[in-house]
């Protein structure tokens, strides 16, 4: 068969495949052009979610009608000065406009700020008609209609108008937040679906820029993230482990500006995370990492969605360790939504049904208002126990006894109004044996005790395994276990390291290891899914050292240990353990949260509870 050239229509409708998946991809393309060419206000419309026209309107720097006549040409480019190794803009590859006109109706009209006329260039699938005169305002206005007419086959593959709108509504917010400087606004058919005006350029206007985006709930439940080493520098904002999604959707990262979706990253935050959210909740993160272009490739996907870093383990590191750090130094603090949940639920008219009602009583050993005994054992005072206190702290977990005894009792009026000036307050009372409710200057906090105690716990083992070697259980007869020679020569690299966390490997030949001795903590273990998986686990590049699965492993049964040897729901504690529990929690990073994700304490502002009962 003979070779033979493909004709220009026909390769600019094969690259448009990459480049114009849908809809939202036109949208970011021509978008990303407005702020390439300095624009201040960006106004997008679009008809049946942007399957028959989008229209993105700028006032950038404009062009001239020779200008026009090379945009709509195949790699030619205005942003390329320094070379694929210093890619400052966001498009450089200019591929996206010439891809457009070559499976839609595409109309182009610009004007320069300083010139006087204007003129307008039109492309339908891959004809071109034009330059000629036309009436502009300064900037460019790009109208597209009738997306993948040239190529019906696309057209199968388009989703409903909601999905498509929601994926524009998704891109233009992305983007958005990136650029606080812009003005952005999003119209449908009927209405207009976004508009964020414009903000200052510096950190502030940035975070009224994502509270914009994101909603003033983030805003409030969020720590400000600043960290840098090595000439990489990472902003942003996080989320409180408390306050989380059920999707990662609401991640958002960025490099030099530019919106990317990249899997190391995500997994950093998994990383940065674990241990303190719930299983299969997501923080809410927005980071903007900027480094020199130079240590970027962002040239790999036509779609520049992807990016790939020179050290990837460094951008991991950094990422792991400043929000873990920022995270600790944050102190104990409980995310608004759960006191805004608690708040509509004291509301007048919120109910349960006779069953959920009896449901709880059965749970909980509720009694009714008129019929509560106030000396039973379903309420607690701080100072309703008579028994004997010593008796009592023979029972006691280390942790909590250790705690009692540097918290003497005390009844002095003066040093209860100083605890209250505590983060968490004095404890004023043990409601249903498994609640501590405490007293701050201007809130009330309530802890789930056998939460807080497991954090404690829980951290209290961490430390204990970071500081020194852990235990190993020598096998009487060594494991061999096959593997290719790259999983192999990865597991011996590594093989320091995973000593110090009990697992002793050695060579044993060629695509062979022999393991000695396996973590004492993990008890009976499948030693050869263990050594596939760090295997898997280091090739793959899911980390810098080689020990994150068999760390993780190590945490989860500390875990379950900590949840055993914690305080337990239901157990009555005096003031004094009380007290040390909540010094203990605001000297304990991270919490505000369980090793298993869920809140250990809400707190309910005295401004909330005025507002209850009408008092403001």
């Known amino acids: 068969m003979q070779i033979r050239r493909l004709d220009e229509i026909t390769v ?37 979610g942007g399957k028959t026209y989008m229209s993105v309107v700028d006032n950038g720097h404009g062009m001239t009608g020779d200008d026009l006549q090379l945009a709509i040409s195949r790699h030619c480019t205005s942003k390329m000065e320094h070379g694929l190794s210093a890619i ?30 204007g003129a307008r260039i039109d492309v339908e699938g891959g004809t071109v008609s034009g ?5 502009s305002n300064p900037g460019t206005r790009v109208e597209v209609r009738d997306l993948f007419y040239a190529t019906p086959a696309r057209l199968k593959f388009m989703k409903s108008e909601r999905a498509e709108s929601t994926a524009i509504n998704d891109v233009i917010r992305r983007i958005a937040m990136a650029a606080p400087a812009v003005g952005f606004s999003l119209s449908g058919t009927e209405r207009q679906i976004l508009d964020f005006p414009k903000c200052s350029a510096d950190a502030a206007g940035r975070k009224k820029r994502i509270a914009q985006v994101l909603g003033q709930e983030f805003t409030d439940n969020c720590i400000e993230l600043n960290v840098e080493r090595d000439g990489v520098s990472i902003t942003g904002l996080i989320s409180l482990p408390s306050y989380h999604r059920g999707n990662a959707a609401h991640q958002y990262a960025y490099v030099n500006g530019r919106p990317i979706k990249d899997r190391q990253i995500l997994g950093a935050l998994r990383g940065a995370y674990s241990d303190m959210l719930v299983r299969d909740r997501f923080p809410v993160v927005v980071l903007f990492i900027d480094i020199d272009p130079a240590l970027v490739d962002v040239n790999v996907h036509p779609a520049k969605a992807d990016v790939r870093f020179r050290d990837p383990g460094l951008v991991r590191g950094l990422i792991v360790s400043g929000i873990r750090h ?60 008579h028994e004997d206190p010593q008796s009592r702290m023979s029972d006691m977990p280390p942790v909590v006894r250790d705690l009692a005894e540097v918290s003497p009792r005390t009844d002095n009026t003066e040093a209860s109004r100083k605890e209250t000036q505590f983060p968490l307050g004095a404890a004023r009372a043990q409601i249903h044996d498994t609640y501590i409710v405490s007293q701050t200057e201007n809130s009330v906090v309530i802890v789930d005790q056998h939460a807080a105690h497991e954090r404690l716990v829980f951290e209290s083992l961490k430390k204990a395994l970071s500081e020194r070697v852990m235990p190993s259980q020598m096998l009487l007869v060594p494991d061999i276990i096959d593997l290719n020679a790259d999983e192999a020569e990865a597991l011996l690299v590594v093989s320091n390291e995973l000593e110090r966390f009990g697992l002793l490997i050695e060579s044993f030949g060629p695509g062979a290891i022999a393991v000695r001795g396996t973590p004492a903590i993990l008890g009976d273990t499948d030693t050869h899914s263990l050594i596939r998986d760090l295997a898997g686990d280091i090739l793959d590049g899911g980390q810098t050292d080689g020990t994150l699965r068999l760390k993780d492993m190590i945490e989860k049964v500390a875990s379950t240990m900590a949840c055993h040897g914690s305080v337990r729901a239901g157990r009555r ?27 250990t304490f809400i707190e309910l502002q005295l401004a909330d509870m005025e507002r209850l009962f009408g008092r403001r």
């Not at 991809?25 to 960006?42: H, M, P, Q």
């Not at 406009?97 to 006329?117: E, F, M, N, Y």
């Not at 009694?367 to 000396?375: H, I, S, V």
């Open 88 to 117: 400052q803009s966001l498009g450089f590859r200019g591929e996206a406009l010439p891809s457009i006109g070559s499976v839609a109706k595409l109309s182009l009209t610009s004007r320069q700020h300083d010139g006087t006329d």
């Open 326 to 385: 920022a995270l600790a130094q944050e102190g104990v603090r409980a995310s608004t939504s759960a006191a805004s949940a608690m708040s509509e639920a004291f509301k007048p008219g919120f109910h349960v049904n006779n069953s959920q009602h009896q449901n709880i009583e059965s749970q909980r050993g509720w009694q009714r208002p008129l019929e509560q005994d106030f000396t039973s054992h379903s309420y607690s005072s701080a100072n309703s126990f």
């Open 131 to 135: 330059p000629k005169p036309s009436a």
């Open 12 to 48: 600019n409708q094969i690259a448009a495949g990459e480049v114009v998946e849908r809809p939202a991809s036109v949208i970011k393309e021509l978008v990303e052009n407005a702020l390439d060419a300095g624009a201040t206000r960006v106004e997008v419309s679009t008809a049946a």
């Open 573 to 599: 504690m005096r003031n004094e353990e009380m007290n040390a529990l909540l010094r203990q929690m605001e000297a304990t990073p991270g919490s505000s949260t369980c090793n298993h994700g869920r809140p």
